[in-house]
Antibody, heavy 120, light 107 residues
Framework: QLQLQESGPGLVKPSETLSLTCIVT??????????WGWIRQPPGKGLECIGS???????FYNPSLSSRIIISMDTSKNQFSLTLGSVAAADTAVYYC????????????WGQGTLVTVSS | DVQMTQSPSSVSASVGDRVTITCRAS??????LAWYQQKPGKAPNLLIY???SLQSGVPSRFSGSGSGTDFTLTISSLQPEDFATYYC?????????FGQGTKVEIK
């Protein structure tokens, strides 16, 4: 059974870089059947798509964040990562990684989420 | 970006009630709409995809309909485990966007 698990620091200082990793178990991230995404949710608020990476490594970034984000994959570790630079308090959120299946346009499998707080 | 507006923002209902949540897109999105359920402290869980297709393992009391700009999620007979927040999500245009959520509360 495919599972996703986010990992990374829970506290980041303003202006610094947030780095999160999503470890995938149960299948290969290079399987042509899957695409991988990051979604965040500020405390008490709604959901925002950050970006995604395909099984072949092509990426899409939300234009509102594109100048600050990089999504990459490490096939040797079967994981993909999010880097968000120049963070501010507004980037405080629960960050989720999720999977989309080929031919589908929704996220059908999510990690449990990790809270990242931006504070000095 | 495509704006997704859900109504109501919250609804109070009793076990056994029929509950309907609507989602309106700021422009046509064909049938590229999904619905998620989220419980406190948990990740969202996919209920409906492609506007009306029931995700595997989701109870049949959940159903979705609509196309273009107007969509609905219906819970035919509310169960205790259904008290949660529900989100719609469009996938017709990048970036994908979500509605602001509808909280279903116990009356």
């Amino acid at each position: 059974q495919l599972q996703l698990q986010e990992s990374g620091p829970g506290l980041v200082k303003p202006s610094e870089t947030l780095s999160l990793t999503c470890i995938v178990t149960g299948d290969s991230i290079t399987s042509g059947s899957y695409y991988w995404g990051w979604i965040r949710q500020p405390p008490g608020k709604g959901l925002e798509c950050i970006g995604s990476i395909s099984y072949s490594g092509s990426t899409f970034y939300n234009p509102s964040l594109s100048s600050r984000i990089i999504i990459s994959m490490d096939t040797s570790k079967n994981q993909f990562s999010l880097t968000l630079g120049s963070v501010a308090a507004a980037d405080t959120a629960v960050y989720y990684c999720a999977k989309r299946s080929s031919g589908r346009w929704d996220f059908d499998n999510w990690g449990q989420g990790t809270l990242v707080t931006v504070s000095s | 970006d495509v704006q997704m507006t859900q109504s109501p923002s919250s609804v109070s209902a009793s076990v056994g009630d029929r509950v309907t949540i609507t989602c309106r897109a700021s422009q046509g999105i064909a049938g590229w709409l999904a619905w998620y359920q989220q419980k406190p402290g948990k990740a969202p869980n996919l209920l409906i995809y492609a506007a009306s297709s029931l995700q595997s393992g989701v109870p049949s009391r959940f159903s979705g309909s609509g196309s273009g700009t107007d969509f609905t999620l219906t819970i035919s007979s509310l169960q205790p485990e259904d008290f949660a927040t529900y989100y719609c999500q469009q996938a017709n245009n990048l970036p994908w966007t979500f509605g602001q959520g509808t909280k279903v509360e116990i009356k």
